[in-house]
């Protein structure tokens, strides 16, 4: 797990640790990040059972997204380590063409 995390940019590093954190699910974390919720913010809004009136976070995101995009899963789930990996791919195939390009 420690090589991932290496590999990992700060930004989806962050969601994978609000993941662990707040014991969200893959499918909650990418619901947050599609609302465009903060991750390091996340601590806020949780509920820390001292405050009965909110619901818990998970439930939250949940409802925040059917309300928002009017279903009630993402149509594809990717874990959070898998976000970077297609924007790699492709700056790498650009550095690639731009470097025959030049020649």
Do not use: C
């Not at 991750?39 to 059972?49: A, Q, S, T, V």
């Not at 995009?69 to 063409?97: D, I």
């Amino acid at each position: 797990m420690g090589a991932t995390s290496k590999v990992l940019s700060p930004q989806v590093q962050a969601w994978v640790d609000a993941r662990k954190r707040h014991h969200l699910s893959h499918a909650q974390v990418q619901m947050a990040r599609e609302l465009g919720l903060n991750p390091r913010k996340l601590g806020k809004i949780d509920n820390h059972r001292q405050e009965p009136w909110k619901a818990p976070l998970p439930q939250f995101i949940e409802h925040l997204y059917l309300k928002r995009f009017g279903r009630e899963r993402p149509r594809v789930v990717a874990p959070a380590e898998h976000w970077a990996r297609p924007a790699a791919n492709s700056a790498t195939r650009n550095a690639a063409t731009n470097a025959s390009g030049e020649q």
